[in-house]
Each structure stands twice: as C-alpha cells, then as structure tokens.
C-alpha cells in the first residue's frame, strides 16, 4: 500500500506555498515539481527539510534519480527550504514591485463592497466567519491527540526518548509510559506524556508542583510532548547503562 501524500510547507525567496509531496517520489521528481513553484532550475535547486525537534535534513543526495523522500524523515507542514545557488546576478528576481504603482483599497471601502471574498465568506459562514469552527487552541489540542495516537503512545508501553535540538545529549534514554492527559501546572495545553525513565535523568519523581500524576524513582519522571517520545520493544537499561539480559 502506498504510503500518503504529505503536505510541507514550501518556501524560497520568491515563493512561499502549501504542497503535498508523495513519500515515493525521488529527489529529482520533487525538484522538477518545485522548479515552476519557485522558479529555481532543477539543477540550482538546494533543498533542506525543516522538521520540528529533529535536526535540518540535507536532501542532497549522489543518486537524485533513484533516492525517494521516505529515505527521510517527513512530517506534516514541515518546512522545505529551497535555495537558489546560481550567482545572484543570475536569478530572476519576482518580489521586486519598487517600480509598480500600487493601489491600495480603503478597509472601509473593501468591508463595504458586495463582489468581494470577505463579503462571499461572511455570507457563507467560512473559515473565522463560521461559527462552528474550532479555536487556534482546539485545533492544537486536536492535533496533539492525533500525534499520541499515530505514535502508538498507550499506559505501560515502552519508549525511548527523542532528543529535542542536535545539543541535547546522545545518551539513549528509555522508559515505560504511565501518564496521558493534560498537566495543568505545566505551560501549554494539551495533553503531555508522563515517562518512569530506566535511570535518574529526569526532572521529578512523577509529581509536578505537588500534584502527582505517577509513582517512579527520584529524578526518574519526565513529561514530554508526543514527538518526543517513540514507542517499541525497548529493554530496560541497568544502572551501568547497558541492556538487562533475561
């Protein structure tokens, strides 16, 4: 079965847009794809794949023909940089209007008017006219949600932790999952991740600003987002820091 289209965020000095890439095209399929979207030839096209709490991801590949995009890690509306690298005196530059005389339409003149898009989506209701339609907030608690379950993220599964920025330490940290739900006492909503990590590298013991929310070890607790975490048959790590053997 194939895998979905995704969509990312596309965007270059003379372009910036929302695209859905397929995970099996090749590197030398998305840039003839992205060569009409931005104006940068193919050839000149230098691509880097921005994807939250993961390091930048160089699509420069030796084999473009054959190397596909899930070879990488592809999130939705993740960022795809694309930089031209012909000399500058050589690129086609669209944003420059100094040159062009530009009307701008009165906002009183523009709500009032019948034959416009804002008119059209008020009378129907659309997009921040619909009153039905969910909050920045809802909708980031909805996607929060949809993360945790994509991920497998479940009561007493084993994980490992992924590391938020390419500072954070190599050390492999794993741990069992034994909290899902919102933890008012910590800034952002939704629900957050509660992990007994093998060894004391965490934060708390589970319990945060005095209200518990799982029992664990000293400095063994942890709340994460769910990007961070990654579900799998992990072993537990011993205090040596090595995989117990049964």
Known sequence: MAAADVPLLIISDNARSERRVSPAWTIAQLKARLEPITGIPASSQRLTLKV???PD?????????????ETFTLQSYAELHIADTRPAGLRANYTDVSAVEKYEMPPDEYESRTDSVLHWKKTHQLGRFDPNAPS????????????????GIKIDARCRLL???????????????KFIGPVPEIP????WVGVALDEPTGKNDGTVKGTRYFQCGAN???FLRPERIEVGDFDIIDEFGSDEEF
């Open 136 to 151: 920045i907030e809802q909708q980031k608690v909805a996607g929060i949600d949809r993360e945790i379950d994509e991920r």
């Open 52 to 54: 939250a709490s993961w």
């Open 163 to 177: 590391a938020a920025n390419q500072g954070e330490s190599s050390l492999e940290r794993r741990g069992t999952i």
């Open 220 to 222: 063994c607790g942890v």
């Open 188 to 191: 952002g909503i939704g629900s």
């Open 57 to 69: 991801q160089n699509l420069q590949t030796v084999d473009e023909q054959d190397t596909q995009l």
